[in-house]
């Protein structure tokens, strides 16, 4: 049944919850189980918040028991890049110097994501303070490349992408500087997009070149990738650079968009 439900989409993930054929506590444990087995190997989180991610699939489950409307990713696992402030979870930034430091506030990413009643499953490792493209830069030690782990899962966001490609979650969140999510999806087969600057709130992650440093989201399917993007992009006034605009509709682009003749 885990591994049934672990190879599953965030989308199918979502839409087995809404229709009651899953519960989100069901989908958590799946995941939980997974990181249990293979993440000595792989070594993509620097922390597991199991009891927070369980907390917040019962609350999904409640919702629905309630008849309330679940939104589009309601109950699906994320692996958090380490880099975004969670509160009462620590946030190292890949490096000793923040070793232990539990922040006092949610970066707004993470309240969107809180919001959308997506489940945390806990922070993923990455070259320190994002300098690096390999993820052997973390003061925690390098992840491995689920497809071979005598290789680098690209970086500085390799966690997150290693998370992916290992199943140990559907959804994950990386930061671009100047490549820091392409790049790892490249090399583990995933999906990562850079968001248009300012398309993503930069509140509460720690900077590495303001200028530059841009959230965005990982997954292994486009559409998991566009229908994270809606949840985690849009203006936010708590950051200056923020685009005070809609955001673009890309769930509708993955659904029906074509690619036909484009090069």
Excluded at 174 to 193: K, L, N, Y
Aim: charged share 20%; glycine share 12%.
């Amino acid at each position: 049944m885990t591994d049934n439900i672990i190879k599953l989409t965030a989308a199918e993930i979502a839409g087995k919850i809404a229709a009651g054929e899953l519960t989100a506590v069901e989908v958590t444990e799946a995941h939980l189980a997974r990181i249990d087995a293979v993440d000595e190997k792989v070594h993509a989180f620097l922390h597991v918040d199991r009891e927070g991610a369980l907390a917040q699939a019962r609350a999904v489950d409640e919702k629905r028991a309630r008849g309330e409307e679940l939104g589009p990713l309601a109950g699906v696992p994320l692996a958090l890049k380490d880099i975004f402030t969670t509160k009462g979870v620590p946030t190292t930034v890949g490096s000793k110097i923040l070793e232990g430091w539990i922040p006092p506030y949610d970066a707004t990413l993470t309240r969107k994501l809180k919001e959308a009643d997506v489940v945390i499953l806990g922070k993923t490792n990455m070259d320190e303070f994002a300098m690096g493209s390999s993820t052997e830069n973390s003061a925690y030690g390098p992840t491995g490349n689920p497809w071979d782990l005598t290789r680098i899962p690209g970086g500085s966001g390799g966690g997150s992408s290693a998370a992916l490609a290992a199943y140990q979650a559907p959804l994950a969140i990386g930061t671009d500087t100047g490549g820091s999510i392409r790049q790892p999806a490249a090399v583990t087969a995933t999906v990562g997009v850079k968001p248009t600057y300012g398309g993503v709130s930069r509140y509460g992650m720690v900077a590495f070149s303001s200028s530059l440093d841009q959230g965005g989201p990982c997954a292994r399917t486009v559409l998991d990738a566009a229908l994270l993007h809606e949840v985690i992009a849009g203006h936010d006034p708590l950051d200056s650079t923020s685009i005070d605009a809609p955001v673009p509709p890309v769930v509708e682009a993955a659904r029906n968009g074509s690619v036909a003749g484009m090069r």
